[in-house]
T-cell receptor, first 114, second 115 residues
């Protein structure tokens, strides 16, 4: 089955800790994305990557970091610099570069800071 | 910058009634438009998309949407609501310019279906 997997589904973090969220896709998509979702806020773009070893900041990149060493993988690190990290995080991928290509989403990771 | 407005954060309809979820966008050029659905604690699933072919777009689960350039709207409709339609719906837009990878999402409309 082709798709996007995210792990873990639930993650708890103590304040001051860095945590890494996993995102893997087997759709052979070039582009990958990370979004943050808060109630009533829609989805906000954190980082995106159009190609291996390249990525760009989205609208709310502060306190987050990413890497894209393999086409299939786009992990997101939530650092201690992120002031309010409790949220639902969604990873997505798409074929590029045509703008008509939809994004496919993973099941999400819910991060809670204790 | 692109923006998307979804009128009504919550919409309630009776089972069997018409579903109408509103989406307006701001764009100086014809964009690409998408509707996604999200069930609780899950990812988003594409319902339908407009890519400048037909202005009336049919999607999955009986949903459709009409692109109206003069009104900068892309409202989502379904003739008869089913209990399984209860979910949150997101409208998204992408510029049609080259290299435009980013989607801009609306804040979502939560649909409740009353039996």
């Amino acid at each position: 089955d082709g798709g996007i997997t995210q792990s873990p589904k639930y993650l708890f973090r103590k304040e001051g800790q860095n945590v890494t969220l996993s995102c893997e896709q087997n759709l052979n998509h070039d582009a990958m994305y990370w979004y943050r979702q808060d109630p009533g806020q829609g989805l906000r773009l954190i980082y995106y990557s159009q190609i291996v070893n390249d990525f760009q900041k989205g609208d709310i990149a502060e306190g987050y970091s990413v890497s894209r060493e393999k086409k299939e993988s786009f992990p997101l690190t939530v650092t201690s610099a992120q002031k309010n990290p409790t949220a639902f995080y969604l990873c997505a991928s798409s074929m590029g570069p045509s703008g008509g290509n939809e994004q496919f989403f993973g099941p999400g990771t819910r991060l809670t800071v204790l | 910058a692109q923006s998307v407005t979804q009128l009504g954060s919550h919409v309630s309809v009776s089972e069997g009634a018409l579903v109408l979820l509103r989406c307006n966008y701001s764009s100086s050029v014809p964009p690409y438009l998408f509707w996604y659905v999200q069930y609780p604690n899950q990812g988003l699933q594409l319902l339908l998309k407009y890519t400048s072919a037909a202005t009336l777009v049919k999607g999955i689960n009986g949903f459709e949407a009409e692109f109206k350039k003069s009104e900068t709207s892309f409202h989502l409709t379904k003739p008869s609501a089913h209990m399984s339609d209860a979910a949150e719906y997101f409208c998204a837009v992408r510029d049609s310019g080259a290299g435009s990878y980013q989607l801009t999402f609306g804040k979502g409309t939560k649909l409740s279906v009353i039996p």
